[in-house]
């Protein structure tokens, strides 16, 4: 991914809402299943990691980037964007 696809998908994500919240128990497998699903749905979504979870944003970002193979786009804070591009629902067209 370039740095102006990087970008203009942070510029898409700063509208969004957090879809899903990461709290004590951390990743479960059902949370992952659940974040790879709602991936292939929206293809950009954000993630709130709540204070009462003890892991690193930006480790919980690395592992869901691998689990379900998308790009992280960024981590600010405890907020996480992911992107992956979806399969049969194309939404979003990355600039060149």
Do not use: W
């Amino acid at each position: 991914m370039t740095s102006k696809q990087r970008a203009y998908l942070k510029g898409l994500a700063m509208t969004t809402n957090p879809i899903f919240q990461i709290g004590k128990a951390s990743l479960t497998p059902e949370v992952t299943t659940a974040i790879s699903e709602a991936l292939e749905t929206h293809e950009l979504i954000k993630i709130s990691v709540l204070k009462n979870c003890i892991d690193d944003p930006r480790e919980i970002a690395n592992v869901l980037g691998e689990r379900t193979h998308s790009e992280v786009v960024q981590v600010i804070g405890k907020k996480i964007v992911l992107y992956k591009e979806s399969k049969d629902k194309k939404k979003i067209e990355l600039p060149k």
